[in-house]
């Protein structure tokens, strides 16, 4: 598995940077940390990443997400 570990401080800027730099195309796993969270209390993600949140996420919005963990679509949803 190749891991890239960022700390992206809530900002937007950060985070669509990310999500279109070239240097996140082989790796399996985004472990985001302060990710950007809107008003909807969802991120931002494309098309080649399943979105992993808190399990407290949606029960306690109130308590923004530190963390988040994206997984590649490449990856068998079976296989995690």
């Known amino acids: 598995l190749r891991i890239w570990q ?5 900002s937007l800027a950060a985070q669509e940077s990310l999500m279109n730099s ?3 195309t082989n790796h399996d796993l985004l472990i985001i940390q302060e990710p950007y969270i809107n008003f ?11 979105v ?3 399990t407290n996420h949606l029960t306690h919005p109130q308590e923004r997400s530190q963390a988040i963990t994206l997984v590649n679509t490449s990856l068998d949803t079976n296989t995690w």
């Open 40 to 50: 909807l209390c969802n991120t931002r993600a494309s098309h080649r990443w399943h």
């Open 22 to 24: 070239q240097d996140i």
């Open 6 to 10: 960022q700390n992206l401080n809530a």
């Open 52 to 54: 992993l949140y808190p």
